[in-house]
């Protein structure tokens, strides 16, 4: 493994030791060990020169690199059955230029994605927004071997994945700290844009934890916005078809997950932004020991300081000021612990906290049950609070992985519709819909209130028959629902796979 960095052991740090930290977890499915590589103490700032293979000093050169990482990367091809729609979507898919997007049209649809191999044994790590709504998945390696894969965890508060391919032996990167990472470090973007091979990109690092809005996440339990987003931000060139591949650094180490890019074309234009190594890692390590990720919860609602219209009272100029504590406040650990509204964070543990995403980063790196002692700047006098974290349930516990049957997985309720209300319509039958989280509010635009008429082509009655005929439905099959909404009265169809 140490020869695998070989050539580019930098002049500047020839002193420096490297170190391995390999960490074994164990999948949930089959509790069979998971070996992550992490690597230590290898500083990667103010490079200049590089030490070939005979020791001689050389200008800086990417082709070593290069040529160890571009191994790794996959790239991944997504089949799923396309929904069919005869309106316009409501709204801009974020990721639709970034990651090629799934025309609407009947028949199955494809689309494309980078992955990044992180264990010997098959484990990739790739975007969530690559595979979700998937019934198939391809994986092609860069000697041009194709594999199926599978969806080992996805978390769509990071939109980040983990899948599984069977082969043993394959290059893969490991992961660095984040967070020694710096503003001006050089680094390579490598991927799979407009579905060519393996392409690499050098630039350096623009900016660290950037929250750009784009993870599109619903609202917790606490009527808190559940995305973390702390985006490391770089100019190195990244195109559609690079979601999901590695951001790394000179010795070839895994630095983020290339998510998406600020674009008024949909091209590079200037700013790329990954997810951090140090988020990618936990999440990773969560869905392979848990099988879903367990997130550490403060229980508060924050916005940076700078962004507040009345900044009088407050005597800091930093920091992530707590403008309440969402719906359920009698389960926020903050508030049991003493936090109040009005409060600035400015200080978890021993890192300074300068705004709102710097504090979500931080807490989301932290389990349920983890202490985390928080400074706060209240009416100009600093408090201290010792806080344990609680899960998003409220409680201190892990969060167990919820199995749901075939159909509960579709997260649909059927209503009987009145017979005034089918007549209007000139409907002689039909159901209505309520949507709940599942793989139909997620994979197709369907809305609260659609009048189901047809189900694979058959004619719907009533709720109890809809019932009836899905869970004659094995996991697998092809559902269509097609019908009207009571507004604007002509037919939509819908297809997901149960």
Known sequence: ??????????????????????????????????????????????????????????????????????????????????????????????????????????????????????????????????????????????????????????????????????????????????????????????????NLNSTVTAGIISAKGRNINIINSTMDQRGSRTAIESFIQTDAAINPGNSGGALVNLQGGLLGINTAIASPTGSYSGYGFAVPSNIVSKIVEDLLSYGVVQRGWLGIQVQDVKTLEDKASIAVNDGAYVNGFGELESMSAAKEAGIQKGDVIIMLD???????????????????????????????????????????????????????????????????VDNKILKGLELSSGVKVKLEEGKVSRYTDMKDGFIVTHINDKTVKNAKEVNDFLKSKKAGDLITFSGIYENYPREYIYAVRI
């Open 1 to 194: 493994m140490m020869k695998r960095f070989g050539s580019l052991i930098l002049a500047a740090v020839l002193g420096s030791t490297i170190t391995l930290v390999s960490v074994q977890w164990f999948n949930t499915n089959n509790k069979e060990g998971v070996r992550i590589e992490h690597v230590t103490g290898i500083p990667s700032s103010q490079v200049a020169y590089t030490v070939n293979e005979n020791g001689e000093t050389v200008p800086l050169d990417f082709t070593g690199v290069a040529e160890k990482v571009t191994q790794a990367v996959v790239h991944i091809k997504s089949t799923s059955s396309a929904q069919a729609s005869s309106r316009e979507q409501d709204s801009q898919d974020p990721f639709q230029y970034f990651f090629n997007p799934r025309q609407q049209q009947r028949g199955p649809s494809q689309s494309s994605g980078s992955g990044v191999i992180i264990n010997a044994d098959g484990y990739i790590v790739t975007n969530n927004h690559v595979v979700a709504g998937a019934d198939a998945l391809e994986v092609t390696l860069s000697d041009d071997r194709t594999y199926k894969a599978e969806v080992i965890g996805t978390d769509t508060d990071t939109d980040l994945a983990v899948l599984k391919i069977n082969q043993k032996e394959l290059p893969f990167l490991s992961f660095v700290n984040s967070d020694q990472s710096k503003v001006g470090e050089w680094v390579l973007a490598v991927g799979n844009p407009f």
């Open 350 to 416: 021993q890192t300074k906290i300068r705004t709102s995403s710097g504090l979500i980063e931080y807490i989301g790196l932290k389990h349920p049950g983890d202490k985390v002692v928080v400074t706060v700047n209240r009416d100009g006098k600093e408090k201290i609070f010792t806080i344990t974290l609680k899960n998003r349930e409220g409680k201190l516990g892990t969060i167990k992985r919820v199995e749901k049957d075939a159909v509960a997985s579709l997260g649909v309720k059927f209503e009987d």
